[in-house]
């Protein structure tokens, strides 16, 4: 029903930056709250950032002050700028959204996921 599509991921020297996009496109109604989560191997998923429509955010501690999510309700957009970037942030990044639906359902949807690597 939502589909997600990301972009920004890359490769860059610690203490660097990256922008990371995601746009979410489909049977989308109310979006609830669009966030980023990431993975790095042997480790589980963990919330990076979250934000609602009313623009109330949530961040991990290992990046607050040095990541900020926004983002673009009319075009259903979520933004991740990463400051200060450190090689302990390197792992998967996934976009998830929470949605209602014009079938009155809410929906979680994930993004395919995209790397980031910062080099020492």
């Known amino acids: 029903q939502v589909q997600l599509v990301e972009s920004g991921g890359g490769l860059v020297q610690a203490g660097g930056s990256l922008r990371l996009s995601c746009t979410a496109s489909?049977?989308?109604?109310?979006?609830?709250?669009m966030g980023w989560y990431r993975q790095a191997p042997g480790n589980e998923r963990e919330l990076v950032a979250s934000?609602?429509?009313?623009?109330?955010?949530n961040y991990a501690d290992s990046v607050k002050g040095r990541f900020t999510i926004s983002r673009d309700n009319a075009k259903n957009t979520v933004n991740l700028q990463m400051n200060s970037l450190k090689p302990e942030d390197t792992a998967v990044y996934y976009c998830?959204?929470?949605?209602?639906?014009?079938?009155?359902?809410?929906?979680?949807?994930w993004g395919q996921g995209t790397q980031v690597t910062v080099s020492s």
């Open positions: 934000i609602t429509s009313s623009g109330s955010t």
């Open positions: 998830t959204s929470n949605v209602i639906t014009f079938s009155h359902t809410t929906a979680r949807s």
């Open positions: 489909g049977s989308i109604f109310v979006i609830n709250a």
